[in-house]
């Protein structure tokens, strides 16, 4: 009858844990998958290259059409000479 006791009085603390957890972990609020309240305020990455095909990829912060960061990201990339950007000249040039 004793062991019993235990048996219950432990199922049962470990029944309120169990609870307790699932409780703070459905109530908690996180940032992943949260919707930005402005649809005019986006960011992507974009690859940028100069003339002699050194290109960086950069993280662009726009704000509608108007540019609020452009922020370098990871290593300059290298292409060969006869490498073409595939990208059309309005895709290039346009940043926000």
Not at 8 to 22: D, E, Q
Not at 35 to 40: A, F, G, L, S
Not at 69 to 93: C, F, H, M, N
Request: glycine share 4%; proline share 5%.
């Amino acid at each position: 009858m004793k062991n019993i006791k235990k048996v219950v009085i432990i199922l049962s603390i470990s029944l309120i844990i169990l609870v307790a957890s699932l409780i703070f972990i459905l109530n908690r609020e996180t940032i992943t998958g949260q919707v930005i309240e402005d649809p005019d305020y986006y960011t992507y990455t974009k690859l940028i290259c100069g003339d002699v095909q050194l290109c960086q990829d950069y993280e662009i912060v726009c704000d509608g059409p108007e540019e609020i960061s452009v922020t370098a990201i990871g290593e300059a990339l290298q292409y060969p000479e006869i490498w073409e950007d595939p990208r059309t000249p309005e895709e290039i040039k346009k940043i926000c």
